[in-house]
């Protein structure tokens, strides 16, 4: 069925980011400069908490997700985003383009429930915490991960299936420096009122489900708060969630406003902008909110940059033995 209906279409051109001829280079190294800050950043963090046993506790497990998940959604877009800079047609197959949007739409997705299973984690933490690690325990943890990728699994393969069963006739200039539903639903030939109905609804689950788990958390969290007696244990509390509230206004802010309106609302070139945002600069900014304001991270990152220098003056004096 999807076969037949992309007879006509096997590649697409993605538009890019802009067509200014001025902007390409200096928006090449812009973003390019931001993706290695991405993978520093994230694979950095996923590596010291691998690295630091302390850490291996629920909340820095799911922190550790949040950076694959980052790392993983930000690599299907931004090294194709950054050809269309430096090439005159940036093409990419038709199943090229289902591919990275399957994979793009099942790390967003898991990124709106891993947020949702962190908020769950500080709401036992904060309202529980004699009952935390009994709440929380290895078992709980496993099957809040296998929920998350599983609801991500889910909304990429219904997500993929709806784009599937859309013609493309003629027309394969993609106005987008991605693969993505609108501006798919858009260049389509048969796209009709029910498949962006589809997308609508799906996205509305996507990131309605978690943002209700989300506020419930937090309700609970501040009630809690509020019935601290030390300002100072307040402060701690309020403290502990800051970085996620962070994170989450940022991730579902962006998010909402790029997909939960009319397209008509907002045009595809000003759209470009919003979902930038979410897969560039909030996988961008995760890793360092996270460890900037976290002093478990700030230890672990200099437990780890110690036993690196001794590990390489160690092997400065083997070698100056070996000399000798």
């Known amino acids: 069925m999807a076969a037949e209906n992309t007879s006509s279409v096997t590649e697409f051109i993605l538009a890019g980011l802009t067509d200014q001829p001025g902007l390409q280079l200096p928006l090449f190294f812009l973003f390019l400069g ?27 497990i799911f922190l550790l997700n949040l950076s694959f998940i980052d790392f993983s959604y930000s690599s299907a877009v931004i090294p194709k985003m950054l050809m269309s800079f430096v090439l005159k047609k940036n093409v990419i197959s038709y199943t090229g383009c289902m591919t990275q949007f399957f994979f793009f739409s099942w790390f967003v997705i898991s990124e709106c429930f891993i947020l949702s299973a962190m908020a769950y984690d500080r709401y036992v933490a904060i309202c529980k915490p004699l009952l935390y690690m009994v709440t929380m325990s290895p078992q709980v943890c496993l099957f809040l991960l296998l929920g998350v990728y ?67 958390s937090y309700g609970f969290i501040l009630s809690s708060i509020f019935h601290i007696s030390s300002s100072e244990g307040r402060s701690k509390a309020f403290s502990t969630c800051s970085s996620h509230i962070i994170a989450l206004s940022l991730f579902f802010g962006s998010g909402a406003f790029a997909y939960l309106k009319p397209p008509s609302i907002i045009p595809l070139d000003q759209d470009k902008v919003c979902t930038l945002f979410y897969t560039t600069v909030v996988p961008m900014l995760n890793p360092l909110i996270y460890s900037l304001r976290n002093k478990d991270v700030k230890l672990a990152m200099k437990k780890t940059l110690g036993r690196i220098t001794l590990s390489v003056k160690k092997l400065e004096f083997e070698k100056r033995d070996e000399n000798f």
């Open 34 to 60: 931001f993706y290695v800050v991405i993978m520093v950043g994230n694979l950095g963090l996923i590596i010291l908490i691998a690295l630091n046993s302390h850490l291996h506790i629920p909340m820095y």
């Open 150 to 216: 599983g609801m991500g699994i889910l909304g990429a393969v219904a997500h993929t299936g709806n784009i599937l069963f859309l013609s493309f006739c003629s027309e394969n200039l993609l106005n987008h420096y991605m693969c993505d539903f609108l501006p798919l639903i858009e260049l389509s030939c048969n796209s009709s009122y029910m498949n962006t109905l589809v997308v609508f609804t799906l996205v509305a689950i996507d990131i309605g489900v978690p943002i209700v788990s989300i506020f419930l």
